[in-house]
């Protein structure tokens, strides 16, 4: 059995060193060709990575036949822990959820999920998590989140911080209405199948099949933000409108058509951005979840960003990067496979 990696990984040493003599400038904070401007410092500076979905098995593929690499996901963690440190003005990370692989061994949940927090917390600085569904499956909420040090009321995993005067951070808690993570039986729980039920006609609920455009969504893997928490959302927003703060949200699934497959849209998305659409403060809208990766802007100018998958980096490749955030613009250097993305109010979509 190949046993994941122990420290940063060595997988074709010659590969590294090529790739720094073609790509000096890749290792010196100028990604993917997206450049800082000039004389300018950013507000503050988070790293991102998204869907690690690690797991001690050998490499498969998704349902529509993309490779995984559960074994390698965690060596792209550590180069990125190593690369936020590297970079010494990171204030905090990002990991925008489903960090162990719904097919890692049950009796292994516990340790794998400890893996890979034991590699964020060598980057030196805080870590906010978000929760998805492959977290969930391998741990219920009531140990996912004391775990991961999530904060949240009654099991809940949403929460904003500010990191600067200027910002509000808003994590948003996409499986709140699930039928994964709650305890069977629990109130949430019969409510999402209830709702899968009037939705979805297949007997596997996490299969789309027959479920046409925007209804694909309506499947297992996905969630619903609940009445409360659209409350408390519309709270942080209105409280961010008074204090003049922009904010950045941040939800394991995505909000925007544009940005996201429709199997990989939130359930009631529509009913989340509606609340933000009536404010001015949101400026952008990121996510996980659906691994190919998107950038969008919708009707309202916020920019929607889904990030690249960690679990989809054929080995001693990466999709991890960090964001300059300025009073008028956000700017995510990609690493690898992850784009530079330029989030602004006159940035066009790529
Ligand atoms: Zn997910």
Redesign the pocket.
């Known amino acids: 059995m190949q046993a994941a990696c122990n420290g940063i990984c060595n997988h074709s040493l010659l590969f590294r060193l090529l790739k720094l003599v073609i790509c000096p400038s890749d290792d010196m904070g100028s990604t993917n060709g997206l450049v800082s401007p000039p004389g300018k410092k950013p507000l503050f500076s988070f790293g991102v990575i998204s ?1 690690v979905q690690y797991a001690d098995i050998p490499d498969g593929q998704s349902f529509l036949g993309v490779p995984r690499y559960y074994r390698h996901s965690i060596c792209v963690l550590q180069r990125a822990v190593q690369k936020w440190n590297n970079h010494r003005n990171l204030n905090f990370v990002i990991n925008f ?2 960090i162990v692989d719904g097919k890692c061994p049950s009796d292994q949940s516990l340790d794998a999920v400890k893996k890979v927090d034991n590699e964020f917390q060598k980057f030196n600085g805080p870590v906010y998590h978000l929760i ?3 977290c969930l499956y391998n741990l219920p909420r009531d140990k996912l989140l004391p775990l991961l040090k999530i904060p949240g009321l009654n099991g809940h995993a949403y929460y904003d911080f500010s990191p600067s005067l200027e910002y509000r951070i808003v994590v948003l808690d996409g499986y709140d209405i699930s039928a994964i993570g709650w305890p069977q039986g629990h109130s949430k729980t019969l409510q999402a199948l209830e709702f899968l039920e009037t939705k979805n006609p297949n007997s596997d609920k996490n299969s789309p099949a027959g479920l046409l455009g925007l209804e694909r969504r309506f499947v297992m ?1 996905n969630g619903a933000v609940g009445r409360e928490q659209l409350e408390w959302l519309d709270g942080i927003l209105k409280d961010a409108t008074k204090l003049k703060q922009k904010v950045i949200v941040c939800c ?2 995505p909000l925007d058509l544009g940005a996201s497959s429709q199997e ?1 849209l939130l359930w009631n998305y529509d009913e989340v951005m509606n609340v933000i659409h009536r404010y001015n403060c949101v400026k952008a809208c990121l996510a ?2 659906d691994h190919k990766g998107g950038h969008s802007i919708d009707s309202h100018g916020i920019h929607h960003r889904s990030f690249e998958a960690a679990l989809e980096c054929p080995p001693d490749t990466d999709a991890f990067g960090h964001v300059d955030v300025y009073d008028n613009r956000l700017l995510l250097f990609g690493t690898d496979r992850m784009q530079s993305t330029e989030m602004s109010k006159t940035a066009q979509e790529a």
């Open positions: 869907d959820g489903d998805g569904n492959h893997f394991h699934l990989a996980g979840h």
